[in-house]
Every structure is written in C-alpha cells, then in structure tokens.
C-alpha cells in the first residue's frame, strides 16, 4: 500500500504540467486518483528495533553491513522519499480545482460536478477519488466547447472500474472526442504489480462483459499501453483513433487462431532498425 501511495504522489506531480497544457487548449480535466492520503518512507533506514528481530549470528552480520552500507552511502540512508497526498499537490498547483470524494457531502459532490459540466464557470479541473466517482457521474462534453481529458495517476488494478471510470467523459452523442491518459512511472515495480493484478483479472471481465468476440480485450489492451508507453506532448489530434482501434480490435476477435497468428505476424512485420532500437520488439506470431 505504501508504494502504491507513492507511485500516485509522483504521478500528481508529474502530471501538473500535462494539466496546464491541456487548460491552456480550452479543455476541462478530470484527474482520477486512488488514495486520499500521501507516500512516501525511507526506504534505506532501517532502525535498530529492526535489526534486533532477527536472532544471532544474523544479527550481528546485518548489523555490520549495514554500518559499512551507512558509511558509503549516506545520500541513500538519509533519502526520504516524503511526498504530499495527491489532492495537495493538485489543489496547490490549482487553487480552482474542485473535489469529489466520500469526504465530502452528496450535495457538496453535486454542486462540483455541476460546476465542473458548467461552460466558463472557471471551473475546469475535478479530482476525483475512484472508489468514489467511478459510476453514476456524467461529465462528458454536451455543448462542444470545452473537450473533455480524463487523466488517472491511480493503478487501474479492477477491469471493471477501469470501463466505468472512462465512461465518465464518453457518451454516445457527446459533442467532443474524449481523451483518456494513463500515466506509467516507467519502474519494474510497477510493471510487476500490473502483470500481476490486472492482467490476469481483465480477461475475466472480458469474458462476463461481451464473451469471446468482445470489441475490445481489455487485457490486450491494458498490456499493449503498457509495452508502448511514451509521452505525447497534448495537442489538438489528441482522441483521435480510438474507435479505429476498437474497431480492428473487433475484426481481429472474429478471426480463427491461425487467421490472428497471420495478422499479428504482418503487423508487425520485419523492423529496420538498429538492433539496439528494437531488442525485445522483434517477434513474431507463432
């Protein structure tokens, strides 16, 4: 838990800049976030009440190397990774922000979302608790002035949810094209923590959603964003895509096993860079 809170607290740092952008192409923000509280430890100091745990001889070897570890590196003994809970960091860098979350009243929640879903209101940006705004909240864009950008800095570890909550900003019949951002630390940690929650949860959901011919896999996809993250400067051909991707998605679903082997193979197709741009990206259906 107290790494998950850490990703986030980074993540809400990181992500203020994209915010700006995005604020400064006339469009409203809403930011998904996990955890009301910060992260953040030492992750290098370990107390003398730890050490005293464990039995002799061990003890004392622990011990040992770890005074000669504090003597070499104490930039790392001293380094407290301490950061502020992501609603700070967001409110601080936007004052303007609203909130939704089970901390606030119903009626407090209502009157952000409609001033949040209110042209000009001054209001552009809602932080928004998952647990709390997953469902049964519409702020998608109805007039065509302010296109929508859904930004999560959690770790989408329930498929469902991961559907609901991008169902907050897409509406058939919305007057804008939706944007979905997730954002990625890049870390092993954290690729290690998606392989194994989500990815082998979603297929699950995949299967009691829309059964084997859903439109999109969310499982293939989930782990298709994660292979190929990188970060996109925010621009006007921002959600555009998506529903050509849903679409293929679809076709590929249809087709037999060794149809799919065939389309994934001239996907792919044989790549003319250096080996060193492309190791690990070689490969071929088989």
């Not at 400064?24 to 976030?33: S, T, Y």
């Not at 570890?69 to 960091?89: A, H, I, Q, W």
């Not at 928004?128 to 296109?147: E, M, W």
Request: proline fraction near 3%; aromatic fraction near 8%; hydrophobic fraction near 35%.
């Amino acid at each position: 838990l107290a790494r998950r809170r850490l990703l986030e607290a980074i993540k809400a740092e990181a992500c203020v800049d994209m915010v700006k952008k995005h604020l400064a192409l006339g469009r409203k923000v809403v930011i998904f976030h996990d955890y009301n509280e910060g992260g953040g430890f030492a992750p290098f100091l370990i107390s003398k009440l730890d050490i005293e745990k464990y039995e002799s001889p061990l003890r004392e070897d622990i011990e040992l190397e770890y005074n000669a570890f504090k003597e070499n590196r104490p930039d790392l003994v001293n380094l407290n990774l301490d950061y502020d809970s992501p609603v700070e960091t967001l409110k601080n860098a936007f004052p303007n922000a609203l909130l939704f979350n089970g901390r606030l009243s119903k009626q407090q929640r209502e009157t952000n979302v409609a001033l949040f879903n209110t042209d000009d209101s001054g209001h552009d940006i809602l932080i928004l608790q998952s647990d709390a705004g997953s469902t049964g909240i519409s702020l998608h864009d109805t007039t065509g002035k302010h296109q929508r950008v859904l930004i999560n800095i959690g770790q989408p570890t329930k498929p469902a949810k991961l559907r609901q909550t991008e169902g907050r900003i897409y509406r058939t019949g919305q007057a804008s094209n939706a944007i979905q951002r997730y954002l990625t630390t890049g870390t092993a940690w954290e690729r290690a923590a998606f392989a194994d929650t989500i990815a082998g949860r979603a297929e699950t959901v995949d299967n009691f959603a829309k059964g084997a011919d859903a439109v999109v896999s969310i499982k293939e996809a989930l782990i298709q964003a994660y292979e190929e993250a990188k970060y996109e400067e925010p621009s006007l051909n921002d959600g555009i895509g998506g529903k050509a991707y849903d679409e293929e998605n679809a076709r590929i679903a249809k087709l037999t096993p060794f149809d799919q082997a065939l389309t994934f193979y001239y996907t792919k197709g044989k790549r003319s860079e250096s080996r060193d741009n492309r190791e690990g990206k070689e490969w071929y259906a088989t």
